[in-house]
T-cell receptor
Framework: ETGVTQTPRHLVMGMTNKKSLKCEQH?????MYWYKQSAKKPLELMFV???????ENNSVPSRFSPECPNSSHLFLHLHTLQPEDSALYLC????????????????FGPGTRLLVL | QKEVEQNSGPLSVPEGAIASLNCTYS??????FFWYRQYSGKSPELIMS????GDKEDGRFTAQLNKASQYVSLLIRDSQPSDSATYLC????????????FGAGTILRVKS
């Protein structure tokens, strides 16, 4: 596989469920990101990891819990979500966090479409 | 709050015309600028990146950057119906905390 992959592509869950989203990048990048995209809203950055360390937590509710076991994998653990959490969750990766040029260019996975009932 | 602003559209152009998409940003020291295309229900796909003032061309796409006026634009020549999508402008720089900040996107519709 190449690029950035995400599983599952679609997920329906109840408010009491626990589920996890998985992201894997095959680009040799060092930084990975979780974004939320709701209808008619800009992309919202949720979490940033660099070399497996969390460097950004954008005031995200604790019902979202990220995990980065290595530089190629990123998870988003979900529990007791609310209907307003229904959205497209996108994972992205880049060579690095800063430094200008192509280092910062982010490549996105296909996303997980989440519906919370 | 640093912002990246785009006209939400929709911008409608006939097939074969030039589509012009604009983006303004508030951070004077922004360094890197990106245009992504997002089809409905799909994830953003990188089209162009530009880092210095002037024009950068790649096939039918031209990115234009004017740091003094704080805008970046994307021109699409010979627009095709397959270009119909939402175009996202994204900016990064020190005053954005080195994060990629996205605009809300402009919907482009190319009519055949």
């Amino acid at each position: 596989e190449t690029g950035v992959t995400q599983t599952p592509r679609h997920l329906v869950m109840g408010m009491t469920n626990k589920k996890s989203l998985k992201c894997e990048q095959h680009l040799g990048h060092n930084a990975m990101y979780w974004y939320k995209q709701s209808a008619k809203k800009p992309l919202e950055l949720m979490f940033v990891y660099s070399l497996e360390e969390r460097v950004e937590n954008n005031s995200v509710p604790s019902r979202f819990s990220p995990e980065c076991p290595n530089s190629s994998h990123l998870f988003l653990h979900l529990h007791t979500l609310q209907p307003e959490d229904s959205a497209l969750y996108l994972c992205a990766s880049s060579r690095g966090l800063a430094g200008g040029g192509d280092v910062e260019t982010q490549y996105f996975g296909p996303g997980t479409r989440l519906l919370v009932l | 709050q640093k912002e990246v602003e785009q006209n939400s559209g929709p911008l409608s152009v006939p097939e074969g015309a030039i589509a012009s998409l604009n983006c303004t940003y508030s951070d004077r020291v922004s360094q890197s600028f990106f245009w992504y295309r997002q089809y409905s229900g799909k994830s953003p796909e990188l089209i162009m990146s530009i880092y210095s003032n002037g024009d950068k061309e790649d096939g039918r796409f031209t990115a234009q950057l004017n740091k003094a006026s704080q805008y970046v634009s994307l021109l699409i020549r010979d627009s095709q119906p397959s270009d119909s999508a939402t175009y996202l402008c994204a900016v990064t720089g020190a005053e954005y905390g080195n994060k990629l900040v996205f605009g809300a996107g402009t919907i482009l519709r190319v009519k055949s």
